[in-house]
């Protein structure tokens, strides 16, 4: 017994060494394990927003009900059915917010280096100076390296605390009532990363991407593709300013 133990403390040394990761066990939940996926978005403050929707399957067939609508002190808990779900996108949704993927992986986000170049014109917006087009051309030689686009990514998604918390919650119900959740928090962070539950977080866009997409909310992307790129250009001046001129 004893040099059982040895053997396992053995391996578990050799495993740290070697920084090989040692998984916890994942929920398996299949489509026909779902019982209902249910959205839940909400904001504090003044606005008070909370909005709820599900989608259950029907014969086959999935579909997408409101279930609460409050805003503006406004509140409707009639039971509204808004669309049909793919059950393509389904399965998608389940295999993304199931997969614990902790890191951030620059090859799921849809940077473009032309559109970082055509954002450099509008970083105005966060400085308070004017960029000259000394600096211009210093950012655009800077976004041709990779490892600064990483390391800018990597920095727009540093927790900042806002004054009125939003979150946005995904529930997963099986028939045999077992509950699975991711939750996000503070809607101003790109992507609205990091999706925190399955015992990690989630730096996936393209669960945000999708949901999104399955509520009906059809500009999201195109405004996350552009708050990115935005936030990578920000990041890489912030880093690099001391590169910069200073102001006159």
Not at 205 to 215: A, C, E, G, T, Y
Request: aromatic letters at 10%; proline letters at 3%; a positive charge.
């Amino acid at each position: 017994m004893f040099k059982n133990c040895l053997n396992a403390v053995v391996i578990l040394l050799i495993c740290l060494s070697l920084n090989v990761g040692i998984s916890y066990a994942q929920p398996a939940i299949s489509l026909k394990d779902v019982k209902k996926i249910e959205f839940i978005e909400s904001q504090g403050g003044l606005s008070g927003f909370y909005k709820a929707s599900e989608i259950v399957p029907d014969a086959g067939i999935w579909k997408l009900y409101q279930i609460r609508l409050h805003s503006s002190g406004a509140d409707d808990s009639t039971r509204t059915f808004l669309k049909k779900i793919s059950s393509g996108n389904v399965i998608q949704l389940l295999a993304l917010i199931l997969k614990r993927d902790t890191t951030i992986n620059m090859d799921l986000f849809p940077i473009n280096r032309e559109r970082l170049s055509q954002q450099i014109d509008s970083l105005d917006m966060f400085s308070n100076r004017s960029l000259t087009t000394d600096d211009k051309g210093k950012l655009r030689t800077l976004i041709q390296n990779p490892l600064v686009i990483k390391d800018a990514l990597i920095k727009a998604f540093k927790p900042f605390k806002m004054d009125d918390e939003s979150m946005y919650t995904i529930t997963v119900t099986t028939h045999t009532d077992f509950v699975f959740s991711v939750t996000h928090r503070s809607f101003a962070n790109i992507y609205n990363l990091p999706w925190i539950g399955n015992g990690g977080k989630s730096y996936d866009p393209r669960i945000s991407v999708l949901i999104n997409q399955m509520v009906g909310n059809d500009r999201y992307e195109k405004d996350a593709v552009k708050s990115l790129h935005s936030a990578i250009i920000f990041w890489i001046y912030m880093g690099y300013r001391d590169y910069f001129k200073k102001s006159p």
